[in-house]
C-alpha cells in the first residue's frame, strides 16, 4: 500500500508540473506591472497558485483509508484544494484584469479530475458563467469565448484521463476480487473433502471406541473386534487424508499449461504457449512449477498484455511484454523458493529484463540429467 501511494503522489506532481508550465503567461504579466507593489503581490500569488495546484493534485492522489480516491474521491479531498484555488484566482483579479482568466483553465481542469461528471459538469457551467460571462455582461463587454473554449476543450481531455483510470482501477479492482472469490471456492473445496473423508470415518470411530469400552468387562472378544474396527476406520481415514493432499500437491508441467491458458486468459492476457503433444516427460513437475509461479507473477505484477512459453527438453522460458521489475530482478519468497526447487533437481533459473521491456524467466537443466523432483 506504501509503494502505490508514493506511485499516486509522484504521478500526480508530474501530471500537475506538466500544466503548471501555462503559468508563464500570468507570471509575466504580473512581471510587467509598473507598480513595484502590485508586482510583488501579483507574483506571489501566480506562484502560490502555481504551488496550490500541484499541492492540489498530491492531496488529491495520496490516497485515504487504503481505498483508491480516484474512483470515489472523498469531498474533503476536493473542496478544500478547489475553494484554496478559487480564492487565489479571485485574489490576482484585481491586477492582472483580464490576465486571471488563464488561470480558470486549472481550476476547471482539476474539478474535471476530481470530481464526478455530473459535478464536474455543474461546477465547470459554474466557473464558465463566473469568469468568461458574467465579469464581461457586466462591463457591458461580450463573453471571452476564447477562454471559454479552453476551459471547456482542457476540462474534456483531462476528464478522459480520468475515466481511463478510474476504470483501469476498477478492472484491476475486479481482477482482485475474482482472485480471492478463486481462493476462497478453493478452500470450500478442499475442507468439503476433508469433511467428507473424515467426518463419517471419525464419527463411527467415535461410536466403536465409547462401545469398545463399555464392552471390556462384559464381552472382551467384541471389545477387541470392536477395536479392531477402529484401526481400520483409521487407517482408511489416513489414507483418504494422503491422497488428498497428494492430489493437491500433485503438478505436471501439461497441467500447469492448462491452468496457465486460463489464468492468463482472465487476466485478458494474450498467450503462447506449446501444445500439449509436443512437451518433454522429462522435467515435467519442475517445469510445472517453474510454469505456475512465473504465470503467477505475470498476471499479478507484469501489467503486460502478452505472454510467451517456450519449453524444449531441457529448458523452459516465460516471457512478457510488462513493465519489468524496473532494475536488476528482484528473488522475493515465490521465486526465491522456486529457485531451490529448480536448484534440487539439479538445474539453474535465471530471471532478467527484457531488452525489449518485460521479464523472462528461464529454468535449465544440463542434456545429460536424469534427476527429478519428487
Excluded at 506538466?18 to 501566480?46: F, N, Q
Excluded at 455582461?137 to 476540462?155: C, D, F, Q, V
Excluded at 481511463?164 to 475486479?174: E, F
Amino acid at each position: 500500500m506504501r509503494d502505490s501511494v508514493a506511485t499516486r503522489r509522484r504521478v500526480g506532481l508530474i501530471f500537475a508540473a506538466v500544466w503548471a508550465v501555462y503559468l508563464v503567461d500570468p507570471l509575466r504579466r504580473a512581471w510587467s506591472l509598473d507598480d513595484p507593489l502590485e508586482r510583488a503581490y501579483s507574483l506571489g500569488v501566480v506562484v502560490a497558485f502555481g504551488v496550490c495546484f500541484v499541492g492540489a493534485y498530491w492531496y488529491l492522489l495520496r490516497g485515504s483509508g487504503g481505498r483508491d480516491v480516484w474512483i470515489d474521491p472523498h469531498p474533503r479531498t476536493v473542496v478544500v484544494p478547489l475553494a484554496l484555488l478559487c480564492a487565489l484566482m479571485a485574489a490576482a483579479a484585481p491586477t492582472l484584469h483580464s490576465e486571471v482568466l488563464g488561470l480558470a483553465i486549472f481550476v476547471g481542469t482539476f474539478i474535471a479530475f476530481a470530481l464526478p461528471v455530473p459535478r464536474a459538469l455543474v461546477a465547470l457551467a459554474v466557473l464558465i458563467l463566473a469568469t468568461t460571462v458574467v465579469p464581461q455582461l457586466l462591463a457591458g463587454e461580450p463573453p471571452a469565448y476564447a477562454t471559454m473554449s479552453s476551459i471547456a476543450m482542457s476540462a474534456f481531455a483531462v476528464g478522459g484521463i480520468r475515466e481511463v483510470i478510474r476504470r483501469n482501477q476498477q478492472l484491476s479492482l475486479a481482477r482482485k476480487q475474482l482472485t480471492e472469490l478463486a481462493i476462497a471456492e478453493e478452500r470450500l473445496r478442499v475442507g468439503r473433502d476433508v469433511h467428507d473423508i473424515l467426518g463419517h470415518s471419525l464419527t463411527v470411530i467415535t461410536v466403536k471406541t465409547e462401545l469398545a469400552q463399555r464392552l471390556l468387562d462384559v464381552d472382551p472378544e467384541r471389545a477387541r473386534t470392536e477395536l479392531a474396527d477402529v484401526e481400520r476406520l483409521a487407517r482408511e481415514a489416513l489414507s483418504g487424508v494422503r491422497s488428498t493432499v497428494g492430489g493437491l500437491r500433485e503438478i505436471s508441467l501439461e497441467g500447469e499449461l492448462a491452468n496457465a491458458r486460463t489464468a492468463l486468459s482472465a487476466a485478458e492476457i494474450e498467450a503462447s504457449l506449446p501444445d500439449s503433444d509436443e512437451l518433454p516427460v522429462r522435467h515435467s513437475v519442475v517445469f510445472g512449477w517453474v510454469l505456475r509461479e512465473a504465470v503467477t507473477n505475470v498476471v499479478r505484477h507484469s501489467g503486460a498484455r502478452h505472454c510467451t512459453v517456450r519449453v524444449t527438453g531441457t529448458t523452459i522460458e516465460i516471457s512478457d511484454d510488462g513493465v519489468g521489475s524496473g532494475g536488476e530482478p528482484h528473488f522475493g519468497s515465490g521465486l526465491s523458493g522456486l529457485r531451490e526447487r529448480v536448484r534440487a533437481t539439479g538445474g539453474t533459473l535465471t530471471v532478467s529484463n527484457r531488452p525489449e521491456g518485460g521479464l523472462r524467466v528461464l529454468a535449465s537443466f544440463p542434456a545429460g540429467l536424469t534427476k527429478e523432483l519428487e
